[in-house]
C-alpha cells in the first residue's frame, strides 16, 4: 500500500503564496512522475503541475510564471510553490504518483486525500 499525504493548504488573500508538500511512504520501489492536480468546486479536476524523476516538469498555462514545482527523490516528496495566487486558483488540491511496488513490475498511480486551497479577493 502506497500513501501519499498531503500538507499546506489553507486560506490565503489574493497576490499571497503558499507551498504545498506530499510525502510518499509504503511499498515503493520507484516512483517516475509526480505531481499535483486540482479540482474547483463543479468542475472537473485537472492537471496543475508534473515532474519526473529527471527533473522534466509541466505546467498548465494559467499558473506559469506563478508555481513552481519541485521533488526530493530520497523524501519520495513533491512541492508546490504558490505565489500570486488568485481567487481562480482557489480548489482541492491533490497530489498523485506515479510508482513501482518492485522492479520491472506494472506503473501503479495513487492519489493523496486533496488539501483545500482557498484565495479570498
Known amino acids: 500500500q502506497v500513501q501519499l499525504v498531503e500538507s499546506g493548504g489553507g486560506l490565503v488573500q489574493a497576490g499571497g503564496s503558499l507551498r504545498l508538500s506530499c510525502a510518499a511512504s509504503?511499498?515503493?520501489?520507484?516512483?517516475?512522475?509526480m505531481g499535483w492536480y486540482r479540482q474547483a468546486p463543479g468542475k472537473q479536476r485537472e492537471l496543475v503541475a508534473t515532474?519526473?524523476?529527471?527533473?522534466?516538469?509541466n505546467y498548465r498555462d494559467s499558473v506559469k510564471g506563478r508555481f513552481t514545482i519541485a521533488r526530493d527523490n530520497a523524501k519520495n516528496t513533491v512541492y508546490l510553490d504558490m505565489n500570486s495566487l488568485k481567487p481562480e486558483d482557489t480548489a482541492v488540491y491533490y497530489c498523485?504518483?506515479?510508482?513501482?511496488?518492485?522492479?520491472?513490475?506494472?506503473?501503479?498511480?495513487?492519489w493523496g486525500q486533496g488539501t483545500q486551497v482557498t484565495v479570498s479577493s
Open positions: 498523485t504518483a506515479n510508482f513501482q511496488k518492485i522492479a520491472g513490475s506494472s506503473w501503479y498511480t495513487s
Open positions: 509504503g511499498s515503493i520501489f520507484s516512483i517516475n512522475t
Open positions: 515532474i519526473t524523476s529527471g527533473g522534466r516538469i
